[in-house]
């Protein structure tokens, strides 16, 4: 397996910082947060994405994937969503980047039936254009269909290559979902793991992997058992706990954790 993190644990850091990070501590890729508010969003001209790919590919760090927050089950009009997710397939394109992320974001004044139909539909349509640009869509276990499976309801309904999951291991666990429940219903549709840890259900403070409650070492044996070759990030949410450790300090420690859980399992 491969080891990412995400740059929601460095928000607002340039680029060229982010890089030599994940070079410094051993991470094959990142998974880049991408917003308005951070130096990789859907606004950069051409010339600006070039040199992104460029920082990148020169300090031989893939980029995972795009961190979107399109949401595919929201209430409401379908041509805003998916004009949404067609600038996010873009950037993805032009970056280089296999996947993009998107969220589920249904509304509790939804049924669970129209929720899941409302992101199948989007999802279906912006499928095709996803395999015209060689990027993947990934449904993220997330917020109204946070467990593996909630999100095959949508992915199944969907049928389509180029639509699969993004496993956050706090979502599904939160939802009260064993490891292998997950993964039985994800592996099909699989395109990468977020790993992370917590200190209870209660507190879902960043904290260092291994100094929490979440089931790391099952995930990572259970991959492992299965064969499960794709990439592990570190998904360290630094941008909504200020209080948070900063990650730059946690990388190599992060780094050497994934990897005795790659190398115990082996």
Same mark, same amino acid.
């Given at each position: 397996?491969?080891?990412?993190?995400?740059?929601?644990?460095?928000?607002? #850091?340039?680029?060229?910082?982010? $890089?030599?990070?994940?070079?410094?501590?051993?991470?094959?890729?990142?998974?880049?947060?991408?917003?308005?508010?951070?130096?990789?969003? &859907?606004?950069?001209?051409?010339?600006?994405?070039?040199?992104?790919?460029?920082?990148?590919?020169? +300090?031989?760090?893939?980029?995972?994937?795009?961190? /979107?927050? @399109?949401?595919?089950?929201?209430?409401?009009?379908?041509?805003?969503?998916?004009?949404?997710?067609? !600038?996010? #397939?873009?950037?993805?394109?032009?970056?280089?980047?296999?996947?993009?992320?998107?969220?589920?974001? /249904?509304? =509790?004044?939804? =049924?669970? !039936?129209?929720?899941?139909?409302?992101?199948?539909?989007?999802? /279906?349509?912006?499928?095709?254009?996803?395999?015209? #640009?060689?990027?993947?869509?990934?449904?993220?276990? %997330?917020? =109204? %269909?946070?467990?593996?499976?909630?999100?095959?309801? $949508?992915?199944?309904? @969907?049928? %389509?290559?180029?639509?699969?999951?993004?496993?956050? @291991?706090? %979502? &599904?666990?939160?939802?009260?979902?064993?490891?292998? +429940?997950?993964?039985?219903?994800?592996?099909?549709? #699989?395109?990468?793991?977020?790993?992370?840890?917590?200190?209870?259900?209660?507190?879902?403070?960043?904290?260092?992997?291994?100094?929490?409650?979440?089931?790391?070492?099952?995930?990572?044996?259970?991959?492992?058992?299965?064969?499960?070759? /794709?990439?592990?990030?570190?998904?360290?949410?630094?941008?909504?706990?200020?209080?948070?450790?900063?990650?730059?300090?946690?990388?190599?420690?992060?780094?050497?954790?994934? =990897?005795?859980?790659?190398?115990?399992?082996?």
């Amino acid at each position: 397996m491969k080891l990412a993190f995400s740059t929601l644990g460095v928000p607002g #850091l340039p680029i060229s910082d982010v $890089v030599r990070l994940a070079a410094t501590h051993g991470f094959h890729g990142v998974e880049l947060r991408t917003h308005p508010e951070e130096p990789v969003h &859907t606004g950069l001209d051409a010339t600006a994405r070039a040199d992104v790919t460029a920082e990148f590919k020169t +300090a031989g760090v893939e980029i995972l994937g795009l961190a /979107g927050y @399109v949401r595919v089950a929201a209430p409401g009009d379908d041509e805003p969503v998916i004009a949404e997710l067609r !600038e996010l #397939l873009l950037l993805a394109r032009d970056l280089g980047a296999p996947f993009i992320r998107v969220f589920p974001g /249904g509304d =509790s004044e939804q =049924s669970p !039936e129209e929720a899941d139909a409302v992101a199948a539909r989007r999802l /279906g349509t912006a499928a095709e254009y996803a395999a015209d #640009l060689g990027v993947r869509i990934l449904l993220e276990t %997330h917020d =109204s %269909h946070r467990t593996g499976a909630d999100a095959i309801r $949508v992915l199944g309904a @969907v049928g %389509h290559l180029q639509v699969g999951a993004l496993w956050d @291991v706090m %979502h &599904t666990w939160l939802g009260g979902e064993q490891p292998s +429940a997950s993964y039985a219903a994800l592996s099909p549709f #699989l395109g990468y793991v977020q790993v992370k840890d917590i200190a209870s259900a209660d507190d879902t403070s960043p904290l260092p992997l291994g100094a929490g409650v979440l089931p790391l070492t099952e995930c990572v044996d259970l991959l492992s058992r299965e064969g499960w070759d /794709g990439w592990l990030c570190w998904e360290y949410e630094k941008r909504w706990y200020e209080g948070a450790a900063p990650l730059e300090g946690l990388l190599g420690a992060g780094h050497d954790y994934l =990897s005795r859980l790659l190398n115990d399992a082996a």
